[in-house]
């Protein structure tokens, strides 16, 4: 069976939500993806002589946030359901006060639920949008959220997933 594997491209693209659909059947993290995430994310950083990023947890509570949102609402997109920007969306978690220097990325992908992390990088390996935002020199924090989802609702088909937010920083004084 072929797998089939839906990316978005990593800048604010406005989709339509279905609108409130139900709950999904249940969701789960899936802490392992995320960590072999980092450490590939930071190999293929090293190998074209980037800094590696670090876990903020910052960023982890906002993709996380907007992984469930998207996962509740049934709609896989950067932009919030109330309009705003995903940079206005992560900036609620990983704050600009004080800082003279601020910037995020994201990147976003749903599989089937036995996506590895290898797969997965691939995927956005592949995606010359995607790639540009792993390789972005200036980044410094990084948080990623993998969760699977049973029967997810709206523009998941009712499948079985794995949903993957990783969001990307840097913030300097």
Same mark, same amino acid.
């Given at each position: 069976?072929? +797998?089939?594997?839906?990316?978005?491209?990593?800048?604010?693209?406005?989709?339509? !939500? /279905?609108? %409130?659909?139900?709950?999904? @059947?249940?969701? @789960?993290?899936? *802490?392992?993806? %995320?960590?072999?995430?980092?450490e590939g994310?930071?190999?293929? +950083? !090293?190998?074209?002589?980037? !800094?590696?990023?670090?876990? *903020?947890?910052?960023?982890?509570?906002? *993709?996380?946030?907007? /992984?469930?949102?998207?996962?509740?609402?049934?709609?896989? /997109?950067?932009?919030?359901?109330?309009g705003s920007s995903f940079s206005d969306r992560i900036a609620r978690f990983y704050g600009q006060r004080g800082f003279s220097r601020w910037g995020v990325g994201e990147n976003l992908l749903y599989g089937p639920v036995a996506m590895s992390p290898d797969e997965a990088l691939r995927v956005w390996l592949e995606s010359p949008a995607h790639k540009k935002i792993l390789l972005e020199p200036s980044w410094r924090d990084i948080g990623i959220v993998a969760l699977a989802v049973n029967q997810a609702p709206g523009e998941f088909g009712g499948h079985d997933v794995v949903v993957i937010t990783s969001d990307f920083g840097i913030r300097s004084r």
């Open positions: 069976m072929k +797998r089939r594997v839906v990316i978005l491209l990593a800048v604010a693209m406005a989709i339509s !939500a /279905t609108g %409130a659909a139900a709950a999904p @059947e249940r969701s @789960e993290h899936h *802490a392992g993806i %995320a960590l072999h995430l980092v994310i930071n190999a293929i +950083r !090293a190998q074209h002589g980037l !800094a590696p990023v670090r876990p *903020a947890p910052s960023l982890r509570l906002a *993709a996380l946030a907007h /992984t469930r949102l998207q996962v509740k609402r049934g709609a896989f /997109t950067h932009d919030s359901p109330d």
